[in-house]
């Protein structure tokens, strides 16, 4: 504020200011961290949703964009393209699981440069043994050979036991009683078990010898007996 054409004085200080003071906050587009809960033993090829997170600490709208999934903001359309919310609104994040048992995928949302991670681990798989039928020969031994199978592709590596036992046969001279474990590396969903039958010339009923299948690590047993 300028003063000035004094009259019958003179001018000591001829201009004073006010200071305006700014009451606003500045923008703050960096939000208070949130996190997802994972979900484990999800069916393979499954749509998954997360459970939905609230925005807060922001006070301007914040840029959001998702890696490996697809979000949605205040149960609006899930979209992968980037885009803003402000506090208060609510996201879930949506990604469709693996393919492949005992697989880990992950879909990574970002709001104003604050990430989380929202992790999904498909199920294992199912093991099962097939049946078998053989001629026993009049002599030596012949090799039964039954099929054990995942019900789909590991993404780790899965194993199972494996141990002979009497149905109607009797080990020793019937059959060989035999014990072991299989491997199934990532990717493989077929092993063989083979159990030697012994031959005679004697006649008698057909006779059955039990495989049984125990203690499977990252699968289940679906079928766990063959014959």
Avoid: C, H, K
Avoid at 86 to 114: D, E, F, H, P
Avoid at 124 to 146: F, R, V, Y
Avoid at 174 to 203: K, P, R
């Amino acid at each position: 504020v300028n003063l000035s054409n004094p009259t019958a004085a003179t001018l000591a200080d001829g201009q004073g200011q006010i200071t305006i003071t700014n009451d606003d906050a500045a923008p703050d587009t960096t939000p208070d961290a949130f996190g997802f809960t994972p979900v484990s033993n999800a069916t393979l090829g499954s749509v998954q949703t997360s459970d939905a997170i609230t925005v807060s600490g922001i006070n301007a709208a914040s840029p959001i964009s998702v890696t490996g999934g697809s979000y949605s903001i205040n149960g609006g359309a899930f979209v992968s393209t980037a885009g803003t919310v402000t506090a208060g609104q609510t996201v879930r994040v949506q990604q469709t699981a693996s393919s492949t048992a005992n697989a880990t995928t992950t879909a990574t949302l970002t709001i104003g440069g604050v990430s989380a991670n929202y992790v999904v681990t498909t199920a294992g798989p199912t093991i099962s043994i097939s049946d078998a039928s053989i001629g026993e020969g009049n002599s030596g031994t012949q090799q039964a050979m039954l099929t054990v199978s995942l019900s789909a592709a590991s993404a780790t590596s899965v194993t199972v036991a494996f141990a002979t036992a009497d149905g109607t046969a009797t080990a020793g001279s019937d059959y060989v009683a035999g014990s072991g474990s299989l491997t199934f590396g990532a990717g493989v969903t077929s092993q063989t078990v083979s159990i030697g039958i012994l031959g005679d010339t004697t006649f008698e009923p057909d006779e059955t010898v039990l495989v049984n299948l125990s203690n499977p690590t990252a699968a289940t047993l679906a079928d766990g007996q063959g014959q």
